[in-house]
């Protein structure tokens, strides 16, 4: 059985990749949607297709050096929809490494880091306790003069939810990148989120408590996001 199952870091790489690939076909790139889970014999599955790792340390080495060999039997039963699933993972990772593509490489990070913030929220005990001294509430995450923004959620009942695009309430919170170069700062976990603020980087209104915590949350996540380096 796969140790990772409901950890932190497994959880969170995989609704990273839900979340960027989510943000990929919305903003017009070639691919698909992705669904990734563990079977219950530790598997790594990935939907729609046949793409299947035999466990998370595979997945991982595909990730960061673009091989691993995945199970050859659930491709062949899919090929098309697996293609698509392959085609996907390979354009994140292009426009994970495109220098010149700043906007897209920030966007797809924010997107993917709050959606790692999701699992980390829930299942790591130090973020655990930041954000659960904090009421329901919205954060919108976004880059002055950029059009596109996100956003992290605290439901009722200790639940979370991210997205692009409109939140599904006012945001209790707002925090504004300065600028796409700030912004790519933050999704690489090289800014200084204490020191930001007051140096004009980042602008943060509303119920500041919330944005931190969620700031808190979203940065341990990005940093253990392995494959958007």
């Not at 990929?24 to 992705?34: A, C, F, I, Q, Y």
């Not at 014999?41 to 050096?65: I, K, M, N």
């Amino acid at each position: 059985m796969n140790d990772f199952k409901e950890t932190p870091v497994a959880s969170a790489t995989f609704r990273a990749l839900e979340a960027c690939s989510d943000e990929w076909v919305n903003r017009g790139g070639v691919g698909t949607s992705l669904k990734v889970e563990f079977s219950d014999g530790g598997e790594v599955r990935f939907s729609p297709g046949g793409l299947c790792f035999s466990d998370y340390w595979v997945l991982l080495r595909a990730l960061t050096h673009g091989f691993a060999m995945p199970r050859i039997v659930p491709m062949l039963a899919r090929p098309l929809q697996t293609f698509r699933t392959i085609r996907t993972l390979k354009a994140l990772a292009a426009a994970f490494s495109d220098s010149q593509n700043v906007k897209t490489k920030v966007a797809l990070g924010l997107r993917g880091g709050l959606g790692a913030a999701e699992a980390y929220a829930r299942l790591d005990s130090k973020c655990i306790d930041a954000i659960g001294r904090e009421s329901p509430g919205t954060v919108s995450f976004s880059v002055r003069g950029e059009d596109f923004s996100m956003w992290f959620r605290i439901e009722p009942d200790a639940k979370y939810s991210s997205g692009s695009g409109e939140p599904p309430e006012i945001p209790a919170a707002r925090v504004c990148f300065r600028d796409l170069e700030v912004a790519c700062r933050a999704v690489d976990g090289k800014l200084d989120s204490l020191a930001a603020p007051a140096l004009g980087e980042v602008e943060v209104t509303g119920r500041i408590p919330l944005a931190e915590s969620v700031g808190y949350v979203a940065d341990i996540a990005a940093r253990n996001l392995i494959f958007a380096r």
